[in-house]
């Protein structure tokens, strides 16, 4: 698919079929996690592949809508705080960043091979320590569901350019 393709393409998927994803399109998309871009690349993220069926009950406490857990796997990138790039300035950590890049990888990834996703970013994120069973040091920044879609595009309405861009 062409790059254009693929991000006009790529939705917000809010229903997912009960289809399992095939072994070589889930690395496809874990592998453009591996080329990412990272402040100074030190890579400060872990990715989590979890088993929706295996771990229903748990995800359901994490993010509750009913959809969330139709799929095979929800993913979820995690930030490694002190491992991350620290901006000198104004001690601005960028681990955040770097695992919303990450994120964004695997779900363009996705797209690119006919598998739908969503950002979650509303998920309750002491849930999500517990049941990562993660160290201070880790935050759960993203999770999406991945599989393929059983769902429209809803319809979302996009700014004109002139209405963000600035030039100077």
Not at 20 to 25: D, H, I, T
Not at 66 to 71: G, I, L, R, S, T
Not at 89 to 110: G, P, Q, R
Request: proline share 5%; hydrophobic share 40%.
């Amino acid at each position: 698919m062409e790059f254009s393709d693929v991000i006009n393409k790529r939705y917000s998927v809010r229903g997912y079929l009960d289809k399992e994803v095939e072994r070589e399109k889930l690395e496809y998309v874990l592998k453009a996690a591996t080329i990412a871009p990272t402040g100074v690349n030190y890579q400060p993220f872990k990715v989590f592949v979890i088993d929706t069926k295996k771990n229903k009950e748990a995800l359901s406490k994490i993010y509750s809508a009913p959809w969330f857990v139709e799929a095979p796997y929800v993913i979820c990138v995690v930030s490694k705080k002190d491992e991350a790039w620290v901006r000198k300035w104004d001690n601005k950590n960028i681990s955040d960043i770097d695992a919303t890049i990450v994120m964004d990888h695997i779900i363009l990834a996705a797209t690119d091979v006919g598998l739908g996703t969503c950002y979650i970013g509303a998920f309750k994120p002491d849930e999500a320590r517990k049941f990562l069973n993660l160290s201070d040091n880790e935050e759960p920044v993203l999770f999406t569901p991945l599989g393929y879609g059983n769902a429209e595009p809803r319809n979302t309405p996009r700014m004109d350019l002139d209405e963000f861009v600035t030039y100077i």
